[in-house]
């Protein structure tokens, strides 16, 4: 190829050389060129120089143009590959220019990856628990082990002594249906079918099934055998009720109708080489997820072969493939396994590593982890960077609370899932954590500033109305006929560490309840307790007050009082009282998350004497403890130095039992309570504005 143009001047050798390399020709074929072509080149190759073979050729991600070749100048500006987005957090590159602060220059910045969000959070948290305290509880006569929601509105809980209550969950709160001694020992297990419609208890002495809607106890199988968990594992709507019961002591799960004359359909021997202590059933896909002592975790289908279900798309084939085998190299059980409301991933606690755990179920695969073991808690702690700081005291009690229960192998509770799936609530000893799963924060935790360990967990997201409105796309509907609504009432139930109450978290907190104690005694005392109750004499102070209102100017506050523990602190208070011996005192002392003090005439915490003129001794009752917040209790500098002063706790203070009579606690006016705690005080802790107690009102 030869170029000959018109208007011919001298061609440089390096143009002709970077000429004869672009069109592929010999350099000698060129002879003549237009000047305005050659000057352009030469302007181009004097603000850049034409690159050598020797230099490196910098990374092409684009085929060359016209037969180009290294170093040519057919090589052409292309943006670098860009790397595909990975799931979950990722650990900083090394070198990576986004750990410097500041800006970059122009052309130097490169791409942050985007944090994860989770579509419409606010809305799905607007239809969780957000108080920080329970606003009710109520009692069995044993420690309560067990806590299920059903998908037909019903709560039903079990204790350790056989008994089975059902609760039918109202526009607000729950309300009492049924009542059962369903074993004579303990209720080893509890199964709800995924319709919510049966629902079975197994103990020692065999299993019971009731009817859940009709709250009936419909049959009861006796077993052979000794069972250690059981499962419902048909899908909704079918004839047949399966359910599977495990034996303790072997591996062997016995296939039961539910409604049947309490012989076994099936045996399975060879799904598992240990005993199995858990079960769980995913309706969508029929699949039961079991895990053994072992440590190993099998899928099966509820039928014949009793095998890995094959016409499930996209579930694994093989084992080896997934995380399935994390417990058994980590040397730990799993405790709980619960499904999402969509059944597409599955969440589990496991003991001694104190791990949550979330697969996903068709790939098996680990989403999510986090460690909840009491060394890296007791790390945050000493580090200041766990979600909220504890006292050292609190801390240490909760801490040795836990231990006792890795000791004696109780387990770490169950979780639950809310119905978007994007929000996940665990039980910790620091409280109840509702953690965004997508994000990977921690959104709230529930419970921080109560005693109770808490343990089984039970959500409600429903919405029971006339306008049957139960959906959260419901809800977030634009539709006009939809506008208009009966709010929802999400509900958290659950258990505590030996407690014979069951709790309930909702977005009404304790002081915005109407009236009377949010620990509802529910249960009648026995026969024994009764003439034990009236075989004790009457003492001085039964006859004194038995409740109180404190007029403020903040509001009134509401006190029952215990004349019977503490007979001396309540005749002192209430004949001050009666006497107006009160009235016009400040509050001279207030700390905020501890407590509010007054009953000093001088108004500094140096003065008040008793009605006798003289100190008093202390009167500590067990069944009186500064457990909880809004308890009424008497300040003194010492053993036996009672005077007149008193302090009413915001919050639990379990370091001062045995310290401080208690003997009384508030029931109404705690949004008062809160108000003087939230005065701005000076650094002795005295309000800058003056409140009072106005006059004291004592009720018999």
């Given at each position: 190829?030869?170029?000959?143009?018109?208007?011919?001047?001298?061609?440089?050798?390096?143009?002709?050389?970077?000429?004869?390399?672009?069109?592929?020709?010999?350099?000698?074929?060129?002879?003549?060129?237009?000047?305005?072509?050659?000057?352009?080149?030469?302007?181009?190759?004097?603000?850049?120089?034409?690159?050598?073979?020797?230099?490196?050729?910098?990374?092409?991600?684009?085929?060359?143009?016209?037969?180009?070749?290294?170093?040519?100048?057919?090589?052409?500006?292309?943006?670098?590959?860009?790397?595909?987005?990975?799931?979950?957090?990722?650990?900083?590159?090394?070198?990576?220019?986004?750990?410097?602060?500041?800006?970059?220059?122009?052309?130097?910045?490169?791409?942050?990856?985007?944090?994860?969000?989770?579509?419409?959070?606010?809305?799905?948290?607007?239809?969780?628990?957000?108080?920080?305290?329970?606003?009710?509880?109520?009692?069995?006569?044993?420690?309560?082990?067990?806590?299920?929601?059903?998908?037909?509105?019903?709560?039903?809980?079990?204790?350790?002594?056989?008994?089975?209550?059902?609760?039918?969950?109202?526009?607000?709160?729950?309300?009492?249906?049924?009542?059962?001694?369903?074993?004579?020992?303990?209720?080893?297990?509890?199964?709800?079918?995924?319709?919510?419609?049966?629902?079975?208890?197994?103990?020692?002495?065999?299993?019971?099934?009731?009817?859940?809607?009709?709250?009936?106890?419909?049959?009861?199988?006796?077993?052979?055998?000794?069972?250690?968990?059981?499962?419902?594992?048909?899908?909704?709507?079918?004839?047949?009720?399966?359910?599977?019961?495990?034996?303790?002591?072997?591996?062997?799960?016995?296939?039961?109708?539910?409604?049947?004359?309490g012989k076994p359909l099936y045996t399975l021997d060879k799904l598992?080489?240990?005993?199995?202590?858990?079960?769980?059933?995913?309706?969508?896909?029929?699949?039961?997820?079991?895990?053994?002592?072992?440590?190993?975790?099998?899928?099966?289908?509820?039928?014949?072969?009793?095998?890995?279900?094959?016409?499930?798309?996209?579930?694994?084939?093989?084992?080896?493939?997934?995380?399935?085998?994390?417990?058994?190299?980590?040397?730990?059980?799993?405790?709980?396994?619960?499904?999402?409301?969509?059944?597409?991933?599955?969440?589990?606690?496991?003991?001694?590593?104190?791990?949550?755990?979330?697969?996903n179920f068709l790939s098996g695969k680990k989403t999510r982890q986090?460690?909840?073991?009491?060394?890296?808690?007791?790390?945050?702690?000493?580090?200041?960077?766990?979600?909220?700081?504890?006292?050292?005291?609190?801390?240490?009690?909760?801490?040795?609370?836990?231990?006792?229960?890795?000791?004696?192998?109780?387990?770490?509770?169950?979780?639950?899932?809310?119905?978007?799936?994007?929000?996940?609530?665990?039980?910790?000893?620091?409280?109840?954590?509702?953690?965004?799963?997508?994000?990977?924060?921690?959104?709230?935790?529930?419970?921080?500033?109560?005693?109770?360990?808490?343990?089984?967990?039970?959500?409600?997201?429903?919405?029971?109305?006339?306008?049957?409105?139960?959906?959260?796309?419901?809800?977030?509907?634009?539709?006009?006929?939809?506008?208009?609504?009966?709010?929802?009432?999400?509900?958290?139930?659950?258990?505590?560490?030996?407690?014979?109450?069951?709790?309930?978290?909702?977005?009404?907190?304790?002081?915005?309840?109407?009236?009377?104690?949010?620990?509802?005694?529910?249960?009648?005392?026995?026969?024994?307790?009764?003439?034990?109750?009236?075989?004790?004499?009457?003492?001085?102070?039964?006859?004194?007050?038995?409740?109180?209102?404190?007029?403020?100017?903040?509001?009134?506050?509401?006190?029952?009082?215990?004349?019977?523990?503490?007979?001396?602190?309540?005749?002192?208070?209430?004949?001050?009282?009666?006497?107006?011996?009160?009235?016009?005192?400040?509050?001279?002392?207030?700390?905020?998350?501890?407590?509010?003090?007054?009953?000093?005439?001088?108004?500094?915490?140096?003065?008040?004497?008793?009605?006798?003129?003289?100190?008093?001794?202390?009167?500590?009752?067990?069944?009186?403890?500064?457990?909880?917040?809004?308890?009424?209790?008497?300040?003194?500098?010492?053993?036996?130095?009672?005077?007149?002063?008193?302090?009413?706790?915001?919050?639990?203070?379990?370091?001062?039992?045995?310290?401080?009579?208690?003997?009384?606690?508030?029931?109404?006016?705690?949004?008062?309570?809160?108000?003087?705690?939230?005065?701005?005080?000076?650094?002795?802790?005295?309000?800058?504005?003056?409140?009072?107690?106005?006059?004291i009102d004592i009720g018999n």
């Amino acid at each position: 190829m030869i170029m000959i143009v018109s208007s011919s001047t001298d061609v440089p050798p390096t143009t002709v050389a970077i000429i004869a390399a672009t069109l592929d020709v010999a350099a000698p074929a060129i002879t003549t060129i237009a000047p305005t072509v050659a000057a352009l080149i030469q302007s181009v190759m004097s603000a850049s120089p034409p690159p050598t073979h020797a230099t490196k050729r910098p990374r092409d991600t684009t085929p060359p143009v016209s037969g180009g070749e290294p170093g040519s100048l057919a090589v052409l500006d292309a943006e670098p590959e860009s790397d595909e987005d990975d799931i979950g957090p990722m650990p900083e590159a090394p070198g990576d220019d986004d750990a410097e602060d500041g800006p970059q220059p122009p052309g130097e910045q490169k791409k942050r990856k985007k944090r994860k969000v989770l579509a419409h959070e606010k809305l799905f948290l607007d239809h969780l628990p957000s108080a920080d305290r329970y606003y009710k509880s109520f009692m069995h006569r044993d420690v309560i082990n067990t806590v299920t929601v059903t998908k037909t509105d019903f709560v039903l809980t079990t204790s350790m002594d056989g008994h089975l209550k059902l609760w039918k969950k109202q526009a607000e709160g729950i309300e009492f249906v049924k009542h059962y001694r369903a074993h004579l020992g303990p209720v080893l297990a509890v199964s709800g079918s995924s319709d919510g419609t049966v629902f079975a208890t197994v103990g020692s002495d065999g299993c019971k099934v009731f009817d859940v809607v009709n709250f009936d106890m419909i049959n009861m199988l006796k077993l052979d055998f000794e069972p250690k968990t059981c499962c419902w594992i048909h899908q909704s709507g079918t004839a047949q009720t399966l359910l599977a019961i495990s034996e303790q002591g072997t591996s062997t799960i016995r296939i039961y109708d539910g409604r049947g004359d309490g012989k076994p359909l099936y045996t399975l021997d060879k799904l598992h080489r240990h005993p199995v202590h858990l079960m769980v059933y995913n309706d969508r896909y029929d699949t039961v997820i079991s895990a053994d002592e072992g440590g190993f975790i099998e899928y099966w289908q509820p039928s014949e072969p009793w095998e890995l279900p094959t016409g499930v798309k996209g579930l694994w084939e093989f084992k080896s493939s997934t995380d399935l085998y994390e417990f058994k190299k980590a040397k730990s059980l799993p405790t709980s396994i619960v499904f999402s409301p969509q059944q597409t991933q599955f969440s589990t606690l496991s003991l001694p590593d104190r791990q949550v755990r979330i697969f996903n179920f068709l790939s098996g695969k680990k989403t999510r982890q986090y460690d909840e073991s009491l060394q890296a808690i007791q790390e945050m702690q000493q580090a200041g960077t766990a979600v909220f700081r504890m006292d050292d005291m609190e801390f240490g009690r909760r801490l040795a609370a836990d231990r006792e229960l890795e000791k004696i192998g109780l387990g770490v509770g169950s979780c639950a899932w809310d119905e978007s799936g994007g929000f996940l609530l665990y039980p910790t000893m620091l409280g109840i954590k509702v953690v965004n799963t997508v994000s990977n924060r921690v959104v709230r935790v529930l419970g921080k500033d109560e005693t109770s360990r808490w343990m089984n967990l039970a959500l409600y997201q429903g919405a029971p109305s006339k306008k049957g409105l139960a959906t959260i796309a419901m809800a977030a509907s634009a539709n006009p006929l939809l506008a208009e609504r009966e709010s929802r009432d999400p509900t958290l139930f659950c258990t505590a560490y030996k407690r014979s109450r069951f709790y309930l978290f909702s977005q009404t907190e304790p002081e915005d309840t109407k009236g009377g104690d949010r620990d509802v005694f529910n249960e009648r005392p026995t026969r024994e307790e009764q003439s034990v109750a009236m075989a004790q004499p009457v003492k001085i102070g039964g006859q004194l007050g038995t409740s109180a209102v404190i007029h403020t100017t903040k509001g009134d506050i509401h006190f029952k009082l215990f004349p019977d523990q503490a007979p001396k602190a309540v005749e002192n208070f209430c004949t001050h009282a009666k006497e107006g011996y009160y009235n016009g005192i400040i509050f001279h002392r207030i700390i905020k998350k501890f407590m509010l003090q007054s009953g000093d005439p001088l108004g500094d915490g140096t003065g008040g004497e008793s009605i006798w003129g003289s100190e008093f001794e202390d009167e500590f009752d067990p069944s009186l403890r500064h457990d909880r917040p809004y308890t009424l209790s008497m300040a003194n500098a010492g053993p036996k130095t009672n005077g007149s002063q008193f302090f009413i706790t915001t919050v639990p203070t379990p370091w001062l039992d045995d310290k401080h009579t208690v003997f009384g606690r508030a029931t109404l006016g705690l949004d008062v309570i809160h108000a003087i705690e939230d005065v701005r005080t000076d650094k002795g802790d005295k309000p800058y504005d003056d409140i009072k107690m106005v006059s004291i009102d004592i009720g018999n």
